[in-house]
């Protein structure tokens, strides 16, 4: 087997990346020179090598990539996403920082975000975590209610949303991931775990990151590592703004064409948010999203 060809990137590990080919052949591929991109997700262009290896040569245009950074490093989720499906509990509690962060950078990147309330068989703290995300409903964001083992409720409630699609399955540790991927797609088989009560977190138990076919679908399920942070300094300031669509009606409002909706005078936002129709949390996480961003930038300069 040799010669150039094109596949999709479905897993990748370090400098480890597996290319599927449109027949389905599976090839192990490293990139050329130290260079190393690509993500899962990502079409691409190889070189075969001897039996079923190959090199990685060109990454083809994206039509996203979604992915955090902080001071001291980045991390790519995924390319050429449809939905971000962000996975939290009723137990133990999520962050709602977090979830606002992620969300931001879903919208900036044109990726459309459901929210997947995870063990609402958990019934006692089931309404307290239905209240906590009342900003983002009213939002417009899709919150569907799922039980990660039960598959029956799975069928009905999630399969139609990701037929046809590639979604991206993220969240904390602890908030049952793992178990909602092997119950969608039995063979993958990922290593799952009970949350230590006492700390109220999990350990990561995906370790790398891996697309799966859905079986019944016709869609597929990029599946990342946990998490506990979700930094977005690599946003520009407008993209930031971008992550907080419920400004959009306000800033023509605005008097100044530069308005950052701090401080200014004559700011649509912040007027917005004096009459309540603007959260006032998730527009305190507008401003410390652009205070990092600002201080990244100063540091740099």
Not at 1 to 26: C, K, P
Not at 82 to 94: G, K, N, S, Y
């Amino acid at each position: 087997m040799s010669g150039r060809t094109q596949g999709r990137v479905i897993a990748a590990h370090g400098r480890h990346y597996t290319v599927e080919l449109v027949d389905g052949t599976l090839i192990k591929c490293f990139p050329r020179g130290k260079k190393n991109d690509a993500t899962v997700g990502d079409n691409v262009e190889i070189t075969l090598q001897g039996h079923n290896e190959g090199a990685l040569e060109t990454i083809l245009p994206r039509k996203n990539l979604l992915y955090r950074s902080d001071e001291s490093r980045s991390k790519q989720f995924a390319a050429n996403v449809d939905q971000l499906l962000f996975v939290i509990a009723v137990e133990p509690q999520f962050s709602d920082d977090l979830l606002g962060r992620a969300l931001a950078g879903a919208w900036s990147a044109d990726i459309t975000p459901v929210i997947l309330l995870n063990k609402i068989d958990l019934v006692d703290g089931l309404e307290a975590a239905r209240v906590k995300l009342a900003p983002f409903r009213q939002l417009g964001v899709q919150i569907i209610d799922v039980c990660a083992h039960d598959p029956e409720q799975l069928n009905t409630n999630l399969l139609p949303l990701l037929a046809g699609k590639t979604s991206l399955l993220l969240g904390q540790s602890a908030m049952g991931k793992s178990t909602l991927l092997n119950t969608l797609i039995p063979k993958a088989q990922a290593a799952t775990q009970m949350h230590s009560v006492a700390l109220g977190a999990g350990k990561h138990t995906t370790t790398s990151t891996r697309l799966y076919h859905l079986p019944d679908a016709g869609g597929d399920l990029i599946d990342s590592p946990g998490f506990q942070g979700f930094g977005l300094l690599h946003l520009t300031h407008k993209d930031i703004e971008r992550g907080f669509p419920e400004f959009t009606t306000h800033t023509p409002s605005c008097r100044f064409y530069n308005c950052t909706h701090q401080h200014e005078p004559g700011c649509g936002v912040l007027a917005a948010l004096a009459r309540h129709e603007i959260d006032a949390a998730r527009h305190a996480l507008y401003i410390r999203l652009i205070l990092a961003k600002s201080a990244h930038e100063s540091h740099y300069s």
